[in-house]
């Protein structure tokens, strides 16, 4: 279970989230928990988070070492705050960022290379599902994101299923087109990596995840978790997702 801050919370309300959050989790061992807060942050949350089972990830990154490229964040940086996972492709980024399946398929590689988990992102937007091309778009960004991977290497990651129409809308996916989508992406990563591959990795599906949906979505055997937005800012919310 997966919390995606997005752009909220300053590092003093972070530490307050987790005095708030660790008691309602302390016995939730049936799930790893992840939380990815803004950059500034993660001091905070790795600092909040020690010694309890809760992970902490980064929203992006950039896939260089180092170098020139001013606002930008690489992979060892992200890893010597303590992280362990990092967000890659989700939709914002893509739209408000002009990130794709190939500038995605380099951050995934270089996060992998220095130690980092990618939970990485992919969905069709509206027109999409509409014009019937959702199998089309998943399986385009899905292969587009994972090229290049070793099978070793791709065990590392984790997929979120995210239709674009459903994050922060209020409309949630119902858990048979979410089951649906996954099954599409699973097979995907038959083809790519065999079938071991495609029973052993996580999909998450995200958009508009709340307390009182969670179930029926995971209800769902192809269902493996959740990316959580606006619902994981709150620590009562986010801890009756994960403890569902
Ligand atoms: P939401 O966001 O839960 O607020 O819809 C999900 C996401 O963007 O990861």
């Not at 890893?79 to 995934?108: C, L, M, P």
């Amino acid at each position: 279970m997966a919390g995606n801050w997005k752009m909220y919370k300053t590092p003093s309300e972070t530490a307050a989230f987790f005095e708030k959050f660790k008691p309602l989790v302390a016995n939730s061992s049936h799930c790893d928990i992840v939380i990815c807060p803004p950059f500034v942050d993660l001091a905070a949350a790795v600092e909040a988070c020690s010694g309890t089972h809760i992970q902490i990830g980064g929203q992006n990154l950039f896939w260089a070492k180092e170098g020139a490229y001013t606002g930008e964040i690489s992979p060892e940086m992200l890893r010597a705050t303590g992280s362990k996972w990092v967000i890659i492709g989700h939709s914002e980024r893509r739209h408000y960022f002009g990130e794709t399946d190939e500038s995605s398929n380099k951050k995934i590689l270089a996060a992998l290379e220095s130690g980092l988990r990618p939970i990485y992102c992919i969905g069709e937007r509206v027109h999409e599902r509409e014009a019937a091309k959702t199998h089309h778009i998943l399986e385009t960004q899905c292969m587009g994101g994972i090229a290049a991977l070793t099978p070793e290497q791709f065990s590392q990651i984790v997929i979120a299923y995210e239709p674009v129409w459903a994050i922060g809308t209020g409309k949630v996916a119902t858990p048979e087109i979410a089951a649906d989508a996954h099954r599409c992406i699973r097979n995907q990563v038959r083809k790519a990596f065999g079938v071991d591959a495609a029973a052993a990795c996580r999909i998450l599906y995200g958009g508009s995840v709340k307390p009182d949906n969670i179930r029926g979505l995971m209800a769902q055997p192809e269902i493996d978790g959740a990316l959580v937005g606006g619902a994981s800012l709150e620590a009562v919310s986010f801890a009756s997702i994960v403890n569902f």
